[in-house]
């Protein structure tokens, strides 16, 4: 791997496990803000939480850390949630399931079949060993591919899509209310994070995104990994984002550049203010370096 660029700080970022981290945790705030219909996104320091408050009661797409899960359960409740009768997982990283041992003891987690096969085994993330999960943590639902739920009045389908941000994700479409939660497959105005060492592609991301783009309506509300609620034009500035990339990278590749002569070179002026987020320039374009390597 040629990921050194920060690559500490990202990890502890992922994990939480630094005290500087943990008296981020402890400072932190989790907002709300409401989508369309019944759809709510909680915003924390981790993943974007989704959120269907209903009669049929809540359920929610992704959790945090763990260190915030009363914050979030607090939070629920100022959304008029009794509680919380089911968990979709959209992928296995702590800053998006960190809570499930916290929400798993009160509802059934449901996740792709490689969530619950790396919980239970236990992984690395750059280089940082996570452990195996906790038995309350793991999903008790699984799908291969598709799987859908019949909540608050609409229908939630959870679609499996391979090789993209890990190889067990999961995008969330909230028919009704015609909003979808794309986990980390999408950090809306800024370059993301591919877990090339979980079954990651920076090239299954595009497709993916290619995927979704002909897929959604043009009114859609779109929920991110990372970043602020957005829509089917900011999800098309992002699979233009990424496109330019691989295209950029590629040629250079076939030139016979090293990962240090791409970075020096740097990005278009267009995309350069996306290196300013969770993951920079550097990181970015060795993660672009490496995945097309792989592939």
Known sequence: MKLQAGTALLAGVLLAASPAMGQDM??????????????????????????????????????????????????????????????LNTHWHPDH????????????????????????????????????????????????????LHFNGEEIRVVHYPRGHTDGDAVIFFLGSNVVHMGDNYFAGMFPFVDLGNGGSVQGVADIVAALLDRIS???????????????D????????????????????????TVEQVQA???????????????????WLATVYDSLSQD
């Open 26 to 87: 402890a400072d932190a705030q989790i907002q709300a803000e409401h989508v369309s219909g019944g759809i709510h996104m909680l915003i924390g320091p981790g993943g974007n939480i989704g959120v269907s408050v209903g009669p049929d009661g809540v359920l929610i797409v992704d959790d945090e850390f763990a260190p915030l899960a009363d914050k979030v359960k607090a939070a629920l409740a100022e959304l008029g949630g009794p509680g919380v009768g089911f968990v």
């Open 218 to 232: 043009p009114d859609a509300r779109i929920i991110p990994g990372h970043g602020p609620v957005s829509d089917k």
């Open 97 to 148: 399931i960190g809570g499930n041992a916290a929400f798993g003891r009160e509802a059934p987690i449901i996740a792709h079949v490689n969530v619950r096969r790396i919980l239970m085994s236990g992984a690395s993330v750059l280089g940082q060993d996570v452990p195996p999960a906790a038995p309350e943590a793991l999903p008790v639902v699984t799908f291969a591919d598709s799987l859908s």
């Open 234 to 257: 900011g999800l098309r500035e992002f699979h233009e984002m990424l496109t330019a990339s691989l295209a950029l990278v590629g040629e250079a590749i076939e030139r016979g550049e």
């Open 265 to 283: 070179a740097g990005v278009p002026e267009r995309w350069q203010v996306w290196g300013s987020g969770f993951i920079n320039t550097d990181h």
